[in-house]
C-alpha cells in the first residue's frame, strides 16, 4: 500500500504564492511513481491541476494554472523522487479548493491526466485565496 502526505495548504491574500508538498512512500528502492496533483472546489468536481513524469522530465499543466503553477519532484534517482511540490504563484480566488496529490506506477515515462489512471491519493490540503 502507497502512503501519500500532503502539506503546504493554507489561507493566502490575492497574488500571494504556496507550495505543495507530497511524499509518497516509496514501493522499491528502483521505482518512482508518477504524481498528479487535482483539486475540487466548493460545489464542483474533482479537476486536473499539474502532473509529471517519474523522471520528472515531463509534465502537463491545465490552461487554469499554466504559467502561475510549478510542478517538480525531487531526484529521481534517489528516495527524493517520490517527493513532489507544486508551487502556487499570482493566486487568485478562483484557485480556493482542496488540492489531492495523486500517484500510478507507470508504464513507460510520461505524465497521466486522468483520475481513473491514479491508484493513490493523499487526503487533500486546503487552500484558500482570499481577495
Known amino acids: 500500500q502507497v502512503r501519500l502526505v500532503e502539506s503546504g495548504g493554507g489561507l493566502v491574500q490575492t497574488g500571494g504564492s504556496l507550495r505543495l508538498s507530497c511524499a509518497a512512500s516509496?514501493?522499491?528502492?528502483?521505482?518512482?511513481?508518477?504524481m498528479g496533483w487535482f483539486r475540487r472546489a466548493p460545489g464542483k468536481e474533482r479537476e486536473f491541476v499539474a502532473a509529471i513524469s517519474w523522471s520528472g522530465g515531463t509534465s502537463y499543466y491545465a490552461d487554469s494554472v499554466k504559467g502561475r503553477f510549478t510542478i517538480s519532484r525531487g531526484n529521481a534517482r534517489n528516495t527524493a523522487g517520490n517527493t513532489v511540490y507544486l508551487q502556487m504563484d499570482s493566486l487568485k480566488p478562483e484557485d480556493t479548493a482542496v488540492y489531492y496529490c495523486a500517484a500510478v506506477f507507470p508504464k513507460s515515462d510520461s505524465y497521466y491526466l486522468r483520475e481513473a489512471e491514479y491508484d493513490y491519493w493523499g487526503q487533500g490540503t486546503q487552500v484558500t485565496v482570499s481577495s
Open positions: 516509496r514501493r522499491t528502492f528502483n521505482n518512482n511513481y508518477a
